[in-house]
């Protein structure tokens, strides 16, 4: 009885007109004509990956998580009510729009919607993308990764822990808490910032191709204030990306590179150097509000010669690939 992959996002934006010209041209994903004032974007061989509703807002709606067996979610649907939780069964409605068999939905401690899903239609029309990019990496790892900001992790943290089963890669207490979680080989698809804030952080997508996440971060610096971080590479799950700005106000990271780990031997841990190993400067942040900060600890990570492992060089399976471009 597990929950498998991040299936989907929906956002609650009326800016539709942003979010089509964003996730088309910059991040690359494929538009998709629906009828009604939404849109619907893919990124593979999937119906739909990231929705927007149309409303005002400009939030997290809902987030779709898949489950391996339609009796997952009578399994879910139990532990939730045992935990005080209100469960709603899905119409067939609901199931339509979001182009699964069936799924249940519910609220976390913190009011986010969150969906459980079974089943998530495939399509055989061709994956196009808004912009040249040889795709994401999607399949068995799901769409990519949610973050949320949270005023209280220690209430979060057993929700998603303990009732519905994420396991913790890592954690971090500096320069505050930070807590990672995976649901397959993805180091994480799931992660809780302590900002003591509410509302969503980021989602991050993963691309096959380094060259796809520089060409996107050259275009996204044609639009004035785009950029929240810089280029960089993450300490944890080992991702190089930029985070830019959404239409509705919260980032998206653009990634390559990511960690895929052993879930079977992964053991927990609390990290303690930093998000990055360089990079991701906080454009964001003033100086004194903690980009001085996190930037002082990609300095210390880079004079003790801290790093990824090395990515393997195979001239053999270089000229294979290169050869069926």
């Not at 799924?103 to 919607?113: A, Y």
Request: aromatic residues 14%; negative net charge; contains cysteine.
């Amino acid at each position: 009885m597990a929950i498998c992959a991040l299936g989907y996002l929906g956002i609650g934006s009326d800016k539709l007109d942003d979010w089509a010209s964003f996730a088309s041209h910059i991040l690359g994903m494929q538009k998709v004509d629906r009828a009604g004032h939404s849109l619907s974007f893919r990124m593979d061989d999937r119906e739909q990956r990231l929705h927007i509703s149309g409303e005002k807002g400009d939030t997290l709606a809902f987030i779709g998580w898949e489950v391996e067996s339609v009796d997952d979610l009578t399994f879910f649907a139990a532990k939730l009510d045992a935990a005080g939780y209100q469960v709603n069964l899905g119409t067939q409605e609901l199931a339509g729009r979001r182009f699964v068999d069936a799924l249940i939905w519910f609220f976390d401690p913190m009011g986010n919607r969150v969906e459980l899903v079974f089943n998530p239609a495939i399509t055989s029309d061709p994956f196009i993308p808004g912009r040249p990019i040889d795709g994401f990496n999607t399949g068995p790892l799901g769409m990519g990764h949610a973050v949320l900001h949270v005023e209280n992790i220690e209430v979060m943290l057993p929700f998603y822990r303990d009732i519905l089963g994420f396991n913790v890669s890592d954690y971090g207490q500096s320069p505050y808490g930070m807590y990672f979680f995976h649901v397959n080989g993805r180091h994480h698809s799931f992660a809780m910032i302590g900002s003591g804030q509410a509302g969503f952080h980021h989602f991050m997508v993963e691309y096959q191709n380094l060259d796809d996440v520089g060409q996107g971060y050259d275009l996204a610096q044609l639009r004035e204030d785009s950029i929240a971080y810089t280029l960089g590479r993450h300490t944890n799950d080992y991702m190089t990306s930029y985070y830019g700005y959404s239409p509705s106000g919260f980032f998206v990271e653009s990634g390559w590179g990511g960690r895929v780990i052993d879930t079977s031997t992964w053991k927990p841990h609390e990290t303690t150097v930093g998000p990055s190993f360089w990079g991701h400067e906080r454009l964001y942040l003033p100086e004194d509000g903690g980009r001085k900060r996190l930037r002082a600890m990609r300095l210390q990570a880079a004079a003790e010669g801290l790093r990824a492992p090395p990515i393997i060089d195979c001239p053999w399976l270089y000229n294979k690939l290169t050869s069926q471009r």
